[in-house]
């Protein structure tokens, strides 16, 4: 009976993932990094955004673990509230004993996660892990259908659209009509909301991997990741090799040696 019991509880914790199919591969991680490995997912599917109660149990884990060596963050995520990514990154750096923090990226960390990984010393990534443009965007709800705009753009398209109108000599009523379809309230919001979002990623990088860059440099640096200029849209992969290329501090693995196996089966155990 014990043993049908045994053999039952098994069974029940590998269909839902429970902590002993799990254990065994951070144990492994641990002594392969010689730091503690703590798990950060929220979920693609839904999609679940990180938002400020994340910060808060991330906190709450990190004050009972030994981070004398530091820490190594595995992450994945959609994204969320850039002030979110902020007091995450200010978190982890407080509560290691190094003031520092790795990120592993098993799969994707975009737009706020890639924020976060912009606040480590390093970043590790196999040759199919992807980072994101930071961008921020807006969501429209319409028809029963979400859809997402990048504010970028559309401060971008309303520079242009008012830069053509004072060039123009001729007939102003067009462009007075077009630009009647933005809200100048609206539009000074979405670039504070650009120019947050911009100072929480220079700081971040300024502070760790790029600390010997002035805030200008950092910026031109790493423009591939604060426009959608290049990617062309918000949810496009920016992988290793292109990241590395922006002076990030990247360490690619080989996705067939062991290391990796560990990391990919711990990715799908939890996703």
Known sequence: M????LIFQQVVEEQYQGLSTRSK???????????PVVSFFTSFKYPVMIEDSDANMLEGL???IDLTKGLVLILSSPGGDGLASERIINICRAYSGTGE???????KAKSVATMICFGASKIIMGKT????????????????KVKRFSIYNIVKSYDDLFERAIKEKGNLQPYIQQLSNYDSREIAEFRNILSLSQDIVIKALKTGMLSGFSNSKIKRKI????????VKTHGRPIYAQDAKKSGLIIEIKDVKEKFWSIIYELYIRLD
């Open 223 to 230: 423009k591939d990741f604060l426009t959608p200029e290049k």
């Open 129 to 144: 892990s992807e980072l994101g443009s930071t961008d921020p965007q807006i969501v429209y709800s319409e028809k029963e």
């Open 2 to 5: 014990k043993k049908s019991k």
């Open 62 to 64: 990190l004050q009972k």
């Open 25 to 35: 591969l951070y144990e492994e991680l641990e002594l392969e990094l010689d730091k």
């Open 101 to 107: 923090y790795e990120v592993i990226i098993p799969g």
